[in-house]
């Protein structure tokens, strides 16, 4: 074939999902000249299961994304059909925003933004070979023969690296959704160094909405008391779209466990490791053989289409197989699926082999984020590519790195936890894999970060202004906090809690650490006027918390000595006398950046760590 000069850029990133769109805009954002590159521009930030951003600890990485800057929180908050906030019975620590999005909506909307992007070029095509010379990444090689010049690559490939997918005894080269697959980077990676290994996922039934009785479901509303994903968001849409909960019934788990031999899980024709904590129908089937039914959530897909995603009911079972099994669902007695569930397995790499800064180690240049890490998740790929964008900015004006400890976000956590920890199965954030978690709370991420990401070049002006408002009205809210309250004032309020008359006076901080709500507050006292309720409630919250966030914030001090004392890069840990046989291998495939990294090791014991720091004292 014949090669040509597509293009001389600053950057290109291959593949435009959530990981993809993210690094694209931030290089382009930040002045460099880029190009996106991607198997279909149908496919651009296309939700290829289900129809939502946010959730359980995610909702708190996307109101991250948000303050440093990134797309989706925006877009979501564009695209949005309902949002409600989990865990409202719990603390504040776990509480998450999880918003369905019209999935189409989602797409065009991101799409428009690229194209309305300075500095971005937008291509359709599969990404063959990462170009390399004397160690760094020179561009990439088109199936079409086409060679774009760049400094810079992000790897953003998905779930399309060598998909397959199955259902049933039916298997197919395929990416999800019927976009075709990139069956040729593979190959590359794995001549430049890379470890790749293969997991799977999958994904539910698209059901048509006409053939599902809604009367026999539980309705689940949206919420308007909730602030947006997204610190430019003014607001929440005015009418939103339901969603239904249903259960699985234990004539669906008959017909799973006398169509087990049939299922690609057990018959050993699906290889790749699959989600621990998003497992097919078959698998709790199995693996919770004393529950006699599982919740569904019946979502809808969009405005434009009767489209229902029927989440909680992923499976690779047979097309006939499904078609049954779905009719014994309450509501669903008579539906009619549109879209059959499927697995899909694909090619990733081990995030062992990056940096914290998502490079690769023995490609300068070279960058990876999302799936392709052995992720799953939107939210979790949006980030990487986030924050792969962003160091590879900073890498080519000659800046130093971006990197979020692990009490500076939970994007700090997700990073941390691949390129240290490692994964053999995808990896997905939960809110107890962080440590300081009622620090790292969803309603304070512009307070944490936004200022930290200053010297990227993706804090706009109005971003700027928007924080400093923030801040002057939670110095204000907090400063009224402290207002003192005559006993006789309080009387009525302690007395509906429970409470008798103090002798002495409080102050509001006071009231709420006995479990006053901050509402009545508002009321009995006409206190915090003028001030938005998010950051009365981020005032309300840190107050309710203090004595926890007081425990934790000594915590992250102790923490840092470790993180301040940076092993040096030529440190040969093979040769280190007393540090086990593990230790060492696995401190020198690793090679981290300080002793906190190094302490976080799967196999390095704290004797290794004071081993390491006799080391370094010689």
């Known amino acids: 074939m014949e090669f040509y000069e597509e293009e001389l850029c600053d950057a290109v990133v291959v593949g435009a999902g959530h990981a993809g769109v993210e690094a694209a805009l931030a290089l382009a954002r930040t002045g460099f000249d880029t190009v996106i590159l991607t198997l279909n521009l149908d496919s651009i930030a296309f939700m290829a299961c289900n129809p939502s951003i946010g959730g359980t600890a995610k909702g708190q990485i996307v109101r991250e994304i948000d303050a ?29 925003l999880r918003g369905q999005a019209d999935k189409n909506l989602y797409h065009v909307n991101m799409k428009k933004t690229l194209e309305q992007t300075e500095r971005l070029r937008i291509l359709q095509g599969e990404a063959v070979e990462i170009l ?24 953003a490939t998905g779930v399309y690296l060598n ?21 040729e980077l593979t190959a590359s990676l794995i001549s430049l160094g890379f470890s790749v290994r293969r997991f799977k996922t999958g994904t539910p039934a698209r059901v048509d909405g006409r053939t599902i009785d809604y009367s026999a479901l ?14 430019l968001s003014d607001g ?17 788990h008959r017909i799973i466990r006398e169509n087990l031999h049939r299922s690609p899980l057990y018959s050993g024709k699906i290889k790749g490791t699959g989600p621990r904590y998003c497992p097919s129908i078959e698998d709790k089937v199995v693996r919770f053989a004393d ?15 009767d489209e229902v995603y029927v989440q909680g009911l992923s499976t690779s079972l047979p097309h006939d197989v499904q078609k049954a099994m779905y009719r014994t669902v ?17 090619d990733c790499i081990d995030s062992l082999d990056l940096y914290p800064t998502l490079e690769f180690k023995k490609i300068e240049g070279l960058y990876a984020a999302g799936q392709i890490n052995g992720t799953s998740g939107y939210e979790e790929a949006a980030a990487q590519g986030l924050i792969a964008g962003i160091n590879a900015s900073l890498k080519l004006k000659g800046e130093q790195p971006f990197i979020l400890s692990r009490d500076e976000g939970y994007i700090g956590v997700l990073i941390d936890d691949l390129v240290t920890k490692g994964t053999n199965e995808p990896y997905r954030m939960m809110t ?72 002495s006076a409080l102050t509001y901080g006071d009231l709420i650490r006995r479990g006053i709500d901050i509402k009545d507050i508002q009321s009995e006292f006409d206190a915090f006027k003028g001030i938005s309720q998010d950051t009365i409630y981020t005032v309300y919250t840190d107050e309710k918390y203090k004595g926890y966030i007081d425990k934790e914030k000594e915590q992250i001090e102790k923490a840092k000595k470790l993180e301040k004392t940076t092993l040096p890069k030529d440190l040969d840990y093979l040769k280190i006398e007393g540090l086990r046989l593990e230790a060492r291998q696995k401190l020198d495939k690793i090679r981290p950046e300080n002793l906190g990294q190094a302490g976080r090791i799967s196999g390095v014991s704290p004797a290794d760590i004071a081993v390491l720091m006799v080391t370094l004292k010689k």
């Open 432 to 503: 107890s894999r962080a440590e300081y978690r009622i620090v790292l709370r969803q309603d304070n991420t512009d307070l944490r970060l936004t200022e930290k990401a200053f010297r990227t070049g993706l804090i706009t002006d109005e971003r700027k202004e928007r924080l400093e408002k923030r801040k002057k009205e939670y110095d204000s809210a907090s400063r009224e906090m402290n207002s003192p309250v005559k006993p006789k004032e309080a009387e009525n309020l302690l007395k509906k809690y429970g409470f008798s008359t103090p002798s």
């Open 330 to 346: 309450k509501g669903l007695e008579h539906c009619k699926i549109m879209r059959y569930a499927y697995a899909i397995e694909y």
């Open 132 to 155: 390399t010379e004397n160690g760094k990444v020179t561009g990439v090689k088109t199936a079409f023969g086409g060679i774009i010049r760049a400094r810079a690559v992000v790897l």
């Open 291 to 305: 529950k006699d039914r599982h919740q569904l959530f019946l979502e809808p897909e969009g405005k434009d289409t």
């Open 68 to 96: 440093l800057g990134g797309e989706m929180g925006v877009n979501a908050d564009k695209s949005l059909l309902q949002i409600r906030m989990l865990n409202r019975g719990k603390g504040a620590a776990v509480q998450s």
């Open 163 to 183: 998909g397959s997918v199955i259902a049933g005894e039916w298997q197919r080269s395929s990416g999800p959704n019927g976009f075709a697959p990139a069956n």
């Open 218 to 231: 539980e309705i689940q509303d949206g919420e308007k008391d909730v602030f947006p994903f997204s610190f």
């Open 236 to 252: 929440l849409p005015e009418k939103q779209t339901p969603c239904y909960l249903t259960y699985t019934t234990e004539e669906t």
